[in-house]
Every structure is written in C-alpha cells, then in structure tokens.
T-cell receptor, first 111, second 113 residues
Framework: GAGVSQSPSNKVTEKGKDVELRCDPI?????LYWYRQSLGQGLEFLIY????????KSGLPSDRFSAERTGGSVSTLTIQRTQQEDSAVYLC?????????FGPGTRLTVT | QKEVEQDPGPLSVPEGAIVSLNCTYS??????FMWYRQYSRKGPELLMY????GNKEDGRFTAQVDKSSKYISLFIRDSQPSDSATYLCAMSAGYSSASKIIFGSGTRLSIRP
C-alpha cells in the first residue's frame, strides 16, 4: 500500500516569500505530525494533529508557521515570509496504533 | 530537562562489533518504545517496537526496556556497514494515536569496514 507522501520533494525559495508544503498521510491514520530537521540534527517537533481534537501547536517556532489538516487527511504546512534559518528538511509522519510512519520529507532552501 | 535524552554520537565501530545505543527518559507514563533508523537524506523508518519492560529480538537487532531505570537500549550484533545511519529512540504513553510520540535527538552510527 501507499506510504506517506510529501510534495514537493525539493523547494528553493527567496527570502521573504511564502511556501506551502503538502503531506498525504496513510489512509485511515488519525494522527499526523510535522517535524523539522536541520542538517545533522535531530527531529524538531512542530505540530501534531489527532482526529478532530485541537492540534498541538507547541512546537511551531514562530507565528510565521501554520498548518492545517483538511477532512482529517491531507495536511499543509505554510511558512510565511521565509527566512534563511527556515532552511531544513520538513518531515511529515502519520500514526496509527502508536506506530509512526514517515514521509520522505521536503527539502526547503531559502536563498 | 528533555523528556527523552539520547547521546548524539557520532559512534564509530568496526564491522562485526556489537553496538549498544541507549536512551533515558523522565516520564514514567511511557509504555511503548520504538527505535527508528534514518539513512542520510531519507525519512526515519520504524525498526523495533516494544511494549513495557523486557527484550525483543529481530534478527541482529535486540531492543531492551528497563522501566525501573527509565532506560532503553538497542543492540546490533554482527554490525555491517549498511547499518551506518542515525538511530532515533521514541516513546509514548499509550497505544492509540491519541498519545503523542516523543523522539530522542538521534545517535549517528558509523560502521567501519
């Protein structure tokens, strides 16, 4: 079956522009996570969606970052007015029964 | 203090050696413990999944949980160059997706041929 997919796989944008990153979770998975990973670093938790509950946004680094999950499925992470320090790999994962499955990530480069 | 602590390494061992990777945690509610492997430029993949204390073996990999010490380990026997990756521990308090999964920062492992 299909795993978690993310698009685009790579994104290069100019400083100050807005970007949208998309995540398609595994069908039926009720939980969805976004993480950020800088080169050689660990996972930085950003946001967690679980069913119809209010999302856990405690990891979002600034108000330039937002995410939504429509219909309990696809999720979009939006970064407004991108900065160079936003350059990283953005990973999405979906979860069922306590096991998390990751997508391949979107590599964002802000020039 | 982070909920989950993991030595970032890097850890470098010769091929064939036994590797021990470890995490400690502070939340006694954690009951489900996982190890993920992440190759360079790839997303993490689930390697081992265990519940509560005890050992679980899968081929060359053994996951060990000691809840009394709040300490988990992953052992790799007969290590191979293909095992070179970053290993992340993760844990949660519940079985359902309603329990948030918390990750360690990862240990970078290199197996020398």
């Amino acid at each position: 079956g299909a795993g978690v997919s993310q698009s685009p796989s790579n994104k290069v944008t100019e400083k100050g522009k807005d970007v949208e990153l998309r995540c398609d979770p595994i069908s039926g998975h009720t939980a969805l996570y976004w993480y950020r990973q800088s080169l050689g670093q660990g996972l930085e938790f950003l946001i967690y969606f679980q069913g119809n509950s209010a999302p856990d946004k405690s990891g979002l680094p600034s108000d330039r970052f937002s995410a939504e999950r429509t219909g309990g499925s696809v999720s979009t992470l939006t970064i407004q007015r991108t900065q160079q320090e936003d350059s990283a790999v953005y990973l999405c994962a979906s979860s069922l029964a306590g096991k998390e499955y990751f997508g391949p990530g979107t590599r964002l480069t802000v020039t | 203090q982070k909920e989950v602590e993991q030595d970032p390494g890097p850890l470098s061992v010769p091929e064939g050696a036994i590797v021990s990777l470890n995490c400690t945690y502070s939340n006694s509610a954690f009951q489900y413990f996982m190890w993920y492997r992440q190759y360079s430029r790839k997303g993490p993949e689930l390697l081992m999944y265990t519940y509560s204390s005890g050992n679980k073996e899968d081929g060359r990999f053994t996951a060990q949980v000691d809840k009394s010490s709040k300490y988990i380990s992953l052992f790799i026997r007969d290590s191979q160059p293909s095992d070179s990756a970053t290993y992340l521990c993760a844990m949660s308090a519940g079985y359902s997706s309603a329990s948030k999964i918390i990750f360690g920062s990862g240990t970078r492992l290199s197996i020398r041929p």
